[in-house]
């Protein structure tokens, strides 16, 4: 079993920046992937970005790259979402999510693979 408690979420101006936390308990994490994912009203959820806990590699949605970034805490069991130049189209509930299994070229960017999820935190860009 693992646990996922999230945190950092709140409003904020466009152009701002937020970091988001998420704390796992319950298990180590050195063969999972985490990921964090998105959802806004009347839409998907969609990929945000995601690391491999054992090499620390990350992948990101394209478009997020060059505004936030992954990071892992190996001591505390934390990944971490720190999100600059904020936009209003960034405003969702995001969800830190782990994953266990192993599967073919981009499996991380779905849902669907991930097998635990924190609650989500509401992030909120005003223009």
């Known amino acids: 079993q693992v646990q996922l408690v999230e945190s950092g979420g709140g409003l904020v101006q466009a152009g701002g920046s937020l970091r988001l936390s998420c704390a796992a308990s319950?298990?180590?994490?050195?063969?999972?992937?985490m990921g964090w994912f998105r959802q806004a009203p009347g839409k998907e959820r969609e990929f945000v970005s995601a690391?491999?806990?054992?090499?620390?590699?990350?992948y990101s949605a394209d478009s997020v790259k060059g505004r936030f970034t992954i990071s892992r805490d190996n001591a505390k069991n934390t990944v971490s979402l720190q999100m600059n130049s904020l936009k209003p189209e960034d405003t969702a509930v995001y969800y830190c999510?782990?994953?266990?299994?192993?599967?073919?070229?981009?499996?991380?960017?779905?849902?669907?693979?991930?097998?635990?999820w924190g609650q989500g935190t509401q992030v909120t860009v005003s223009s």
């Open positions: 999510a782990a994953s266990t299994g192993r599967y073919g070229s981009g499996w991380y960017l779905t849902s669907q693979k991930y097998d635990y």
């Open positions: 319950g298990r180590t994490l050195d063969t999972y992937t």
């Open positions: 690391i491999r806990w054992s090499s620390g590699g990350t």
